[in-house]
């Protein structure tokens, strides 16, 4: 019954916690970590030998237990040098423009406009006035009004202008002065175009490799080209070469005789009327007819039979057709060389006329 009291007055007292001491528990077991660097690689290799750097376990820093405090090593440091100040320069400022200066430079700025506009007005007073006249029209006069002159259709289908008289040039196209060429009358026939030019050259008897110039007259006046053509080639009134004979060529033209040993060489020279508006490439397409025709009526004597006609090349630069005879030396050949047509009777009097054009 005591034991069951006491044990009442015990529970009912308070609890006492027992007492508490100092004492501070060990840390917690680090697990041995392995690193390596550079320094402990270099380390590994000289002590072992061996190529494979061993890792170390690193020093603990200072207030673990068992591990001794690190001394820190201080290397000095070698005091850095204060920057170098430079001076700062700082520009002048612009010094202030005279007054006179800015004066002259306006001056200067006005005479160069004034000087532009003189010269505009100059060059539009020499030039386009003159150039506006030139594109005006003028007015016909009531004294002398503008007639118009008809033009009629020719065979080459060419406008053609009224055919006047042929009047003898100051100069022939080969240079020689017409009044001081040799005569030559015929009756505009053929026999008598190729008599009189036989008589001429039996009468000049020039020398080797020459050329001479002559006038052919009908009735006391020069005959045309196209007139002489006609006659040489009688063909070419119905072959369309009389069209372009009278279209394409101006009236007065050059009839020479070239000298060889062989004899005398007959040629024609005429030169392209500009007004007849034909390109070389048309022109040479109706000359054509020529090939056609009676072209052994040219020579002065029989040449011969013909062989074929063929295209050649003058002065590297021209074309012209040709046919070779049966005589020696005797070919015939025409072609546009520039501003002419030459119908020959031999190529070494092709040559020579072409030399005296200066072609």
Not at 257 to 264: N, T, W
Request: proline share 12%; glycine share 6%; aromatic share 8%.
């Amino acid at each position: 019954m005591d034991e069951l009291n006491q044990a009442s007055q015990n529970s009912s007292l308070p609890q006492v916690p027992p007492p508490q001491t100092n004492i501070v528990p060990p840390p917690p077991t680090t697990p041995e970590v392995l690193v390596r660097t550079m320094e402990s690689d270099i380390q590994s290799v000289r002590a072992t030998g061996e190529p494979v750097a061993q890792p170390v376990t690193p020093l603990r820093p200072s207030g673990f237990a068992g591990q001794a405090p690190i001394t820190p090593q201080i290397t000095p440091v070698a005091p850095v040098a204060a920057p170098v100040q430079f001076p700062t320069q700082t520009a002048p400022a612009p010094a202030p423009m005279p007054a006179t200066e800015t004066k002259s430079g306006r001056l200067l700025l006005w005479f160069f406009i004034l000087t532009l506009i003189v010269g505009i007005g100059w060059a539009t007073y020499k030039y386009g006035l003159p150039a506006y006249r030139a594109m005006v029209p003028s007015k016909p006069t009531a004294e002398a009004p503008a007639q118009g002159v008809a033009l009629e259709p020719s065979a080459a289908g060419l406008a053609v202008p009224p055919e006047p008289a042929p009047v003898a040039p100051a100069i022939t196209p080969l240079g020689a002065t017409q009044d001081a060429l040799p005569k030559i009358e015929t009756d505009g026939t053929l026999p008598s175009i190729t008599a009189a030019l036989v008589a001429e050259a039996k009468k000049t008897k020039s020398a080797s490799g020459t050329i001479q110039e002559v006038s052919l007259l009908n009735a006391g006046a020069p005959m045309s080209f196209a007139t002489v053509l006609g006659v040489l080639l009688p063909e070419a009134k119905t072959n369309g070469l009389d069209g372009i004979l009278t279209a394409a060529f101006d009236p007065i033209f050059s009839a020479y005789l070239f000298y060889d040993d062989r004899g005398a060489w007959p040629g024609y020279i005429a030169k392209i009327n500009p007004a007849s508006q034909i390109d070389a490439a048309t022109l040479a397409s109706r000359l054509q007819a020529v090939e056609t025709s009676s072209y052994k009526n040219l020579f002065l004597v029989d040449a011969g039979a013909p062989t074929t006609f063929r295209t050649g090349q003058a002065r590297d630069k021209y074309i012209d057709r040709f046919v070779p005879l049966a005589t020696d030396g005797a070919l015939f050949s025409y072609g546009i060389f520039g501003d002419y047509v030459i119908i020959n009777t031999s190529n070494n009097g092709l040559v020579k006329a072409l030399d005296l054009l200066k072609l």
